[in-house]
């Protein structure tokens, strides 16, 4: 399928940053201790987990915690692993140099955030949506100073007032740049999923877009609108072009290139998926049912038996494998971690004790697989 070009529009955008972060005043006040939530280090290899809440300006002096951010997700770029960001939505982006001890806000100007990347080459590029609600991508050049839009989504127009319209018809969805990936086979290239099912290409780091694939959908019966959205996108680190794309409905699909393929899973919803490095057909599934592996490329799955409750419904789950120890899993799901020593035959139960929060991302150090970084999302009780 020939690649399908994308409007953009380039704006220089002003400084500015949008975050709202948990700060106590003026740093000759007293900060209280944090409240629970937010980030927690681990170096243990997941046994035991710290809060690590800290938020510290330019000259390393605490002037808040990150406890009360609403935390999306964890990025860790390939050239500088010790590096963590993690974005927020509405809340921004903030960065920790020191493997999650203490936390730094990312100048960035979107309302808010869906996703960050930073290049090999120092790019970088945020995800999420413009105060005008179009799906934007923001890129930086001098690592966070200026900022230029390089890729915009128009939202859909709204349907026609009709003269003799009786019952006013419904909004078209918002269209918006749900996640942002970079391509581990190719420092400069990025890839973006979008709210109506689209994977889009992003060259010379990020300066140029194009639709690599569409995910086809039912249309809205009410709307007529083709909605499919991508919550989540994981590039193999095996194959070039082989992406695993979830959808929002809870499915996981592969793409390699143009070829398009849903991977039959037991029923359960779809909220996470790892490759295992070091063996090219396996994969593991976090679901709101458990955890599923599969050692042929998807064709079969085996359910690993994770202690959890069948009477409680499970709000997310996410999964991580060790760099080193494939046998190493670390599988959050609500406000628990589950890690397991041997594959998944058996798992060691840690509580963080959030009941109002959920594990929205892990994230372990690939040059020492002893230090784990996990994020948490407070939740509507």
């Not at 800290?54 to 605490?62: N, T």
């Not at 999923?193 to 990020?206: F, K, P």
């Not at 798992?347 to 009941?355: A, E, G, I, K, M």
Request: glycine fraction near 8%.
């Amino acid at each position: 399928m020939p690649k399908r070009p994308i409007t953009l529009r380039a704006i220089i955008l002003p400084f500015l940053f949008l975050g709202t972060l948990q700060l106590s005043g003026c740093l000759q006040r007293e900060i209280p201790p944090p409240d629970p939530g937010g980030a927690y280090s681990s170096t243990s290899g997941g046994g035991i987990f710290d809060q690590a809440p800290r938020l510290i300006d330019d000259q390393g002096q605490l002037i808040g915690y990150v406890s009360n951010l609403s935390f999306r997700s964890i990025v860790r770029p390939s050239h500088l692993p010790q590096t963590i960001y993690a974005t927020a939505a509405s809340q921004g982006v903030v960065v920790s140099e020191d493997n999650g001890q203490n936390w730094q806000r990312v100048n960035q100007p979107l309302p808010s955030a869906a996703a960050f990347v930073r290049l090999p080459n120092d790019v970088f590029l945020v995800a999420g949506t413009s105060a005008s609600n179009e799906g934007v991508v923001i890129r930086s050049l001098d690592q966070g100073q200026s900022w230029e839009r390089v890729l915009t989504i128009p939202g859909p127009a709204p349907p026609k007032k009709q003269f003799f319209e009786i019952i006013k018809p419904p909004q078209p969805p918002p269209v918006f740049v749900s996640s942002l990936v970079a391509d581990p086979f190719n420092p400069t290239q990025v890839y973006a999923t979008t709210s109506t099912g689209e994977v889009l290409l992003g060259e010379q780091s990020g300066k140029t877009w194009s639709t690599s694939i569409r995910i086809s959908g039912k249309p809205d019966p009410l709307t007529g609108f083709i909605n499919t959205p991508v919550r989540k996108i994981i590039p193999s680190p095996h194959s070039p072009e082989e992406l695993m794309l979830i959808t929002s409905k809870g499915k996981i699909i592969r793409t390699v290139g143009e070829e398009v393929e849903q991977l039959v899973t037991p029923k359960a919803n779809i909220v996470d998926v790892q490759y295992v490095k070091q063996f090219p057909n396996s994969l593991i599934l976090g679901t709101t049912g458990g955890v599923l592996v599969s050692r042929d490329r998807g064709a079969t799955w085996i359910d690993l038996k994770i202690p959890i409750s069948k009477t409680s419904p499970v709000q997310n789950t996410v999964v991580a494998i060790s760099p080193t120890n494939p046998s190493r899993f670390l599988v959050g799901i609500d406000d628990i971690i589950f890690r397991s020593e041997d594959g998944g035959n058996t798992w060691h139960t840690l509580s963080l004790n959030l009941p109002n929060h959920i594990i929205t991302d892990i994230s372990i150090d690939p040059t020492n697989a002893a230090n784990v970084i996990l994020v948490t999302a407070p939740v509507k009780t």
